[in-house]
């Protein structure tokens, strides 16, 4: 059985940071695409960013290009996103994802994690 366990979020001031982390199994994480995405209170759910298989690409949303990173750690089965510069627009429950796609479309992740909500304070 595949899950997805987000964890990090939590209640932050703008200007700051917060590290979230996902953890997966029941499935060849490796091989996976892992993405990030968030849904805000009455808004549809959003892309954030994604990582390859490797690591080796990555690809962010425009609101979050040079704020936010992120990483994997093939070895741990875990998906991060550093998120910096935290402003009260990013106040949302964050998801992880996996996928064989690649991109922003939801379509291209197959697992789901539960989410981790994200509140930055004004």
């Known amino acids: 059985q595949v899950q997805l366990v987000e964890s990090g979020g939590g209640l932050v001031q703008a200007g700051g940071s917060l590290r979230l982390s996902c953890a997966a199994s029941?499935?060849?994480?490796?091989?996976?695409?892992m993405g990030w995405f968030r849904q805000a209170p009455g808004k549809k759910r959003e892309f954030v960013a994604t990582?390859?298989?490797?690591?080796?690409?990555?690809y962010y949303a425009n609101s979050v290009n040079g704020r936010f990173t992120i990483s994997r750690e093939n070895a741990k089965n875990t998906v991060y996103l550093q998120m910096s510069s935290l402003k009260p627009e990013d106040t949302a429950e964050y998801y992880c994802?996996?996928?064989?796609?690649?991109?922003?479309?939801?379509?291209?992740?197959?697992?789901w994690g539960q989410g981790t909500q994200v509140t930055v304070s004004s």
């Open positions: 990582v390859s298989w490797n690591g080796a690409s990555t």
């Open positions: 029941g499935l060849a994480f490796s091989t996976y695409t």
């Open positions: 994802a996996a996928g064989y796609g690649w991109g922003r479309s939801q379509g291209s992740y197959n697992y």
